[in-house]
């Protein structure tokens, strides 16, 4: 039935493979021209990450997340041991009821839903409010002027897998008012400045979910002029315990930061005018 219905017409518009080609392109070159000012640039496409991106373009800023995964969410697929329920403990699933994610009580303050539903909304949530991705992007250093961060510098994720002696392929600097580290275990930009003696790394302490993610929400701040931790990040950066797979502390984390974010944008701003 199948080959009969292509035989007897079309299902779909003719479109050349040329121009799928130029379709694909034109749009990551618009993204990447656009982008490369950007007001914040987070790094790193996890539940804080997400979240911070989110808050901030409802604000009316323009952001730009870098991932280098091939897929947005991080560990916000998985509840914990490949299981992918998620849970929040009082009362972050508030956050849930702005994004219109489904969850059920699991027990006396915590709730529950299914880690693939939580992830999509919150993604379409960071889209819908404008924020932009460059997926497979991995962050390489930081763009440092007049004492504080002012953008990052990226690279092709796949670059660092090549062999050694044909890895000579030059980053590209992306520039912001303000950077957010989401890059969760790794604290990518935090250690950066740590190698240089800018900043202090002190590796997360174990697991303690009550104090871990108090601290969490508490400790979201800037580390350096111009360079704001968030979620795991922030654990990392400061030594606190960790949480294990409840993600209240990422989410609320997130949105910290995108407050902190906000009042350097304004205060950087101000002193332009």
């Avoid at 897998?161 to 520039?175: G, K, M």
Wanted: aromatic share 6%.
């Amino acid at each position: 039935m199948q080959k009969a219905e292509g035989r007897a017409g079309r299902i779909f518009e003719p479109v050349g493979e040329a121009e799928i080609t130029r379709a694909i392109a034109s749009e990551f070159n618009s993204v990447l021209m656009d982008r490369a000012v950007s007001d914040v640039i987070v790094v790193g496409a996890g539940p804080a990450g997400l979240t911070a991106s989110r808050e901030l373009a409802l604000m009316g800023f323009r952001v730009l997340v870098v991932e280098q995964n091939n897929y947005l969410g991080g560990g916000y697929w998985l509840g914990g041991y490949m299981m992918n329920p998620v849970t929040v403990r009082e009362p972050a699933q508030k956050v849930w009821d702005e994004l219109g994610i489904p969850y059920k009580k699991a027990a006396e303050g915590l709730y529950l839903t299914p880690g693939p539903h939580a992830v999509s909304k919150l993604i379409a949530g960071a889209c819908d409010a404008g924020v932009k991705f460059l997926n497979l992007t991995k962050f390489d250093d930081l763009v440092l002027k007049g004492g504080r961060v002012a953008g990052v510098v990226v690279n092709w994720m796949p670059v660092s897998a090549l062999p050694r002696n044909i890895t000579c392929v030059d980053p590209v600097a992306l520039e912001a008012g303000m950077v957010i580290d989401a890059s969760g275990h790794d604290s990518v930009a935090v250690k950066r400045l740590a190698d240089r003696g800018l900043a202090e790394w002190k590796g997360m302490d174990p697991m303690h979910v009550d104090g871990g993610e108090d601290s969490v929400v508490r400790m979201t701040g800037e580390v350096f002029p111009g360079l704001v931790a968030a979620g795991m990040s922030v654990t990392e950066t400061h030594g606190l315990a960790r949480m294990g797979p409840t993600f209240g502390s990422m989410l609320f984390s997130g949105k910290k930061a995108a407050e902190v974010a906000a009042a350097g944008m304004k205060d950087l701003r101000a002193g332009g005018d």
